[in-house]
């Protein structure tokens, strides 16, 4: 089959590659219905994180299931499945707990499992899922041939909307509250989302992209800020008279982006946040004096990929309009390319 | 009168100053029953805060209203009075959210409110009390007289009780879970009682000194942990079947103890943090990866007061006992040796 590698930063191709199989009695193997591209697979490819070896890529995929081992219970050949960004076991305690990117089994696409067999990426044609049962979440009714629309919301469910959702669960929104989001790449949007789902009453977007701030309007955003730093910290304190959001979600993982979310918090608000966090040096004064706490971390996708699913089906929610693109998977490069110079927010990719 | 006065490390002194009075309308002197030695003095005493010029110290005191100022209504001359460790208007946005330490208007004890008027430090014998309405919480049927175990537990009210409090409100320790507490100073003592009240099933104290441990386990403690570091952690993961507790309060403030927190906290638990920050660098990769929360910061002991005043007179709580020696607020100087070389825990100042 065809998955994509990257070779070094900048260099991403679509490689012939073995198919996948399953090789453990809890494995399936699922056939790639699409795939994306993700803000976090251009840390690599910008440079920003190490690429020692050409390795697989792509962490987010919905599919169709092929063929399953015999342990397998939960899902079944030909059943359409979401595949959330890290696979895991379902069973031990960091599972129950609903972190399963802590599961003490689990791991994440395109490496090796913890018994030294390969997993594929997402970004390819089918993909080896170890602990099928516990990584992947059925969606009944539907095929290979869903339409786009649907297809595209089904995807976030993957990564983005649960990231978003994570985000505003941590910073814990309640109804009423006033949330401020920094980031607006696809998980910012999700998280725009989110907020307003969980019953954020007012919801302030920090977004200079127009094309962003639009679906941000779409997604309940009542608000945008087009400033940053100082001048985007002064603009959210002068629309909460003076002391700021009750709820920040960091959805970028820069120093900068975390500055500015931690100094637009009120008092005993709470940042949460889901960028992966990269040379942030956090501001603990400050964090003590003003109460502002820190939750998030990298989110358990699958524990709320059920229920983003459900909402879907049910036309509650249409997330997949953060993807403002597709391409066929051979043109993975040019996804890349799109990404990186923002010219999308957010690529599909059809095998 | 008679208030202490820290000069530079190490040294402090009871010396003669003018006799606080009602300067504001909104003011109220009161006349000192009881003060303390709190941890965070000893940054100061000890030179790890910089002493500039000679100023008077001291903010935690219980006393007695000598005198209000004509727009006081809350308290009268003659009332028994719990003083926080912060003065607060009681009106502003912070104050309504309960977060008077971030009150607009109020601030420390022992300088300058923000109209430049002198307010006293609690080591003395007697304040001047700024926004007495927002600050003090009155104690009625006891004056003056009032037996020293009790006076204890209301002194604690003012600052440890409080902080340990907030330690484990804002951890969100829930029924049930496992907390491990950092520091054995009387906060983190407190914050090992505060976890029981808060429904903690099991509370691991992490504690070197017999007579900590001895209270830690009147408080509730049901497991001791005397290690420290790699140790430390070490042996808090086998007691939580290799994960770490659900909640962790940090109660000493060093790079050292909040790692330790960190590292003690399961996948998803929060580390409620209350000790004054000294040189942390937080981990936040580590934090990201595990989903291990920070929340907290100095804390609005106004909020809780009137609350843990009405346990402690119901007796359903003793906190008074983190005092192991009461001294004479002459014998100031001798008070902070003590708290410095740790043969005491917490010593109370008798005016």
């Keep these: 089959m065809k998955a994509t590698v990257i070779h070094a930063p900048g260099d991403v191709r679509l490689t012939e590659v073995p198919d996948p199989q399953v090789v453990l009695p809890t494995d399936a193997v699922v056939r790639v219905v699409a795939s994306c591209v993700c803000g976090s697979d251009l840390w690599p490819y910008r440079g920003a994180n190490a690429v020692d070896e050409p390795r697989r890529i792509g962490h987010e995929f919905v599919g169709v299931v092929e063929e399953v081992g015999p342990e397998v219970t939960g899902v079944r050949p030909g059943q359409f499945v979401i595949a959330p960004f890290v696979w895991s ?23 090796e499992d913890r ?10 044609e089918a993909v080896r899922v170890p602990r099928a049962d516990g ?20 995807l976030t469910c993957s990564d ?27 998980v910012g ?25 639009a679906v941000a309007r779409t997604f ?9 730093g100082d001048e985007g910290v002064e603009a959210l304190r002068e629309l909460t008279d003076g002391w700021g959001a009750d709820r920040v979600l960091e959805c970028v993982g ?7 979310a931690i100094r637009s918090a009120r008092p005993g608000g709470t940042v949460g ?5 990269h040379g942030i040096e956090l501001p603990i004064e400050l964090m003590f004096r003003r109460n502002v706490n820190l939750a998030g971390g990298v989110a358990p996708a699958r524990e709320y990929a059920p229920m983003l699913r459900d909402k879907v089906l049910a036309g509650e929610i249409d997330p997949g309009q953060v993807f403002d693109a597709v391409m066929p998977l051979a043109e993975v490069a040019r996804a890349y390319t799109a990404m990186d110079e923002r010219t999308a927010i957010k690529v599909m990719l059809r095998p």
Excluded: K, N
């Design 89 to 111: 076991c379902g069973e031990c305690a960091a599972c129950r707990w609903g972190m399963q990117t802590s599961c003490e089994r689990g791991g994440g696409w395109g490496g």
């Design 115 to 124: 018994d030294g067999h390969f997993v594929d990426g997402g970004q390819g």
């Design 135 to 154: 990584t992947l979440v059925p969606v009944d009714g539907i095929d290979a041939s869903v339409d786009e629309r649907l297809l595209a919301s089904l």
């Design 160 to 186: 983005v909307m649960g990231t978003g959702w994570h985000a505003a669960l941590r910073a814990g929104v309640q109804p009423g509250e006033t949330v401020a989001v920094v980031g607006d790449g696809a």
């Design 189 to 213: 949007l999700c998280a725009v989302l989110a907020a307003g789902l969980q019953g954020a009453e007012r919801v302030i977007a920090m977004s200079r992209y127009p094309q962003r701030q």
């Design 220 to 228: 309940g955003a009542t608000d945008i800020i087009e400033t940053r």
């Design 254 to 260: 820069t120093h900068d982006s975390m500055l500015q």
């Design 273 to 277: 946040y889901v960028g992966v966090p």
